[in-house]
Every structure is written in C-alpha cells, then in structure tokens.
C-alpha cells in the first residue's frame, strides 16, 4: 500500500540524469538516439545493400528492354529568287497599279513573292500543328516534328529509336508541306488576281454606262438646239453677242454646225469600237490580268542543304541517377527500420524498469 507522502513514478515522471539535469522516460535525446542506430547499422546495411542490388537490377533491366533514342536533324535553305521565276514575274506583272473609276473599290495589294516570302510561308506551315497531325494521320507517322530557324536556315529535329525510318518521315513532311506552300501562295495570287479583274471589269462596265448617258443626253441637246436654229432660220453661226462665253445658247452654232456635230455623235453611238481613253487603259490591264498562268509544278520552296544528321550518341536513361535514387530511398528506409526497433526495444525495456502502480 502507497503511504500519502508517496508518489508512484509513471513513464512519463522526470527523472534525474547523470548530469543533474531531468528528463522524461519518453524524451529520447539526440545521443542516444545515435548510439540506438549505431546498435542497429546491421539492419541499415542490410537494408541499403538490398535496396542498392535492386536498383542495379533495374537499372540493368531497364537498359537492355528500352531501344536507345537518336537525335535525327535535316537542315533546309531557302531557295535563290531565280529558282522561283514564274512565281516572281507573275507578281510583277500583278502588283502594277490598277486603273479604277472614283466609283468603284480600289484593287486589292498583291504582295511580292520573294524567296524570303515564301521561306517564311515554309517555316509557319511546317510548325503548324494542324498539319502536322494531318500527316501523321495520313502517313501513320508516330513522332513529332521540332522547328527552328538558325542563323541562315531552317531545321527540323525529331527523336525517334530508329534513324533511317526519322530521316524519311522527315523528308515525306518536308516534301508535302512544300507543295502545300506552294499550292497556298499560288491560290493566294489567284485569288487576289481575280478580284483585281472583277474590279477592273466593273470599273469598265461602269464607264461604258456613264459614256453611253452622256452621250445619249449629248444628242438629244444638239437635237433640240438643231430644231430651235431651223425654226429661226440660223444657219450660220452668230458670232457677235452680248451674251458671256458660258450663257451663249446652243443653237448659236447655227443649224450647218449643229447638224455637222449631231451626225458625229450619232456615228459614235452607233460604232461599238469607239472607246475613250480610259476605256483603253482599263482594256489593256484587264487583258493583261486575264492572260497570267500558273505553272508551278516545277516550283519548290526551299531545298535540303545536305543529308541529315544523326547524332552518335544515343540518348538512353541516366543509370547513375537510378543508382543514386536508389541507394538513397533504401539508406533512408534502413534509418528508419533501425529507428523503428531501437524505439520498441526501448519502450519494452522502460515497460520491464517502470513499477506498478
């Protein structure tokens, strides 16, 4: 029986050390710690060298069942402004200023087609993922295509485990977004080409109209100053009058000249080749726009500078990396392995030393 001046110790009373200081039976200092791991370096080296085996046999494994990868790169050039001749000399021809009236819309701009134009056509549809999965689809081609431009060209990377099959794959995309550039710029010009011919026409059909009203209202002017000067038997131009310049009637001119003048417009009107002026010229360039071919068959939007390259060295998983997650994640489980039974050994230990209540 526990007298009143007594006070049983629990596991967790203070208790004094050897160095005068107190402590708890479940504080666990730091060197003592220590010393239960050190007790317990078997369970941490058998547990290191365990988990290091089979990072090994992993890393092994994983090396001989996985196909090294290879960088395979083709670098293409833009073409020379004379390798594009029909493509350049159609807009030259297309982009010279065309002759509207102030009745109708100006004619659209038709850009230069330069080799520059067209390699940055190139360049933008090559990284165009629609297409890319367009040919992918198409081809079956089960990698992807890397852009880049360079200091004077443009290149196209991909990673793939077998080279000789990235190199044709890269061609065939190079090859068949070439001749959709190509195929793009030429319906471009085409189109634009056709709107300028649509304007021009309507500017012409226009002209045509506005020069047949005056014309028609010139004649029906000379037919009634005609029929005044007969009926006041002018026949013979009055040339002394009071009148200013701009009010002196039409019949003035006597019925001889006013005749004279009817019959030339009458000719006029009835002459299908009569044009003015501005009718030729809008005749000329709607023939010229309407005469431009497209032959691009032979046309191409840029050439591969040379073969394309491989890189040596293939590029497989990092087997120290695996080494070292490894040897780290198996130390690491030892540490807490020695923990664990240093921890429980010494709960039992303060269980056997701890009175009972």
């Avoid at 099959?165 to 977004?177: H, S």
């Amino acid at each position: 029986m526990v007298s009143n001046n007594q006070v049983p110790l629990s596991s967790t009373d203070m208790v004094p050390g050897t160095d005068g200081s107190y402590s708890s039976h479940d504080d666990i200092s730091l060197l003592e710690l220590w010393d239960g791991l050190v007790k317990h370096w078997k369970t941490i080296a058998v547990s290191t060298i365990l988990g290091t085996v089979i990072a090994i046999s992993g890393a092994l494994v994983h090396n001989v069942s996985q196909d090294p990868i290879f960088n395979v790169t083709v670098y293409v050039l833009p073409l020379k402004d004379q390798d594009i001749q029909s493509l350049y000399f159609t807009t030259i021809m297309a982009e010279k200023p065309t002759e509207t009236t102030p009745w109708t819309p100006s004619a659209p701009t038709i850009p230069r087609v330069t080799s520059a134009y067209i390699f940055d056509s190139l360049k933008r549809n090559l990284e165009s993922v629609t297409l890319q999965n367009k040919f992918s689809q198409e081809n079956n081609v089960p990698i992807i295509f890397n852009v880049g431009l360079g200091d004077s060209n443009l290149y196209i990377n991909t990673e793939s485990t077998n080279p000789d099959n990235a190199k044709k794959w890269i061609t065939d995309y190079l090859e068949f977004v070439d001749q959709h550039t190509i195929t793009e710029i030429a319906s471009n010009l085409r189109h634009l080409i056709d709107v300028r011919i649509n304007v021009i026409q309507h500017s012409l059909d226009f002209l045509r109209v506005v020069a047949k009203k005056q014309t028609e209202i010139e004649i029906n002017q000379l037919k009634e100053a005609l029929e005044i000067a007969e009926r006041l038997n002018i026949a013979e131009r009055i040339i002394q009058t009071p009148l200013p310049p701009n009010s002196v009637p039409l019949y003035y001119l006597g019925s001889k000249a006013l005749r004279a003048e009817l019959d030339t417009h009458l000719k006029k009107k009835s002459d299908k080749s009569s044009h003015s002026s501005n009718e030729i010229r809008l005749s000329q360039q709607l023939l010229q726009l309407r005469e431009i071919s497209f032959n691009f068959d032979q046309v191409r939007a840029a050439e591969i500078a040379s073969q394309a390259t491989v890189d040596q060295n293939p590029i497989r998983p990092s087997t120290t990396k695996i080494l070292v997650i490894g040897f780290l994640i198996s130390f690491l489980g030892g540490l807490f392995l020695a923990f664990f039974k240093y921890f429980i050994q010494r709960q039992r230990n303060n269980s056997v030393h701890t009175p009972a209540t």
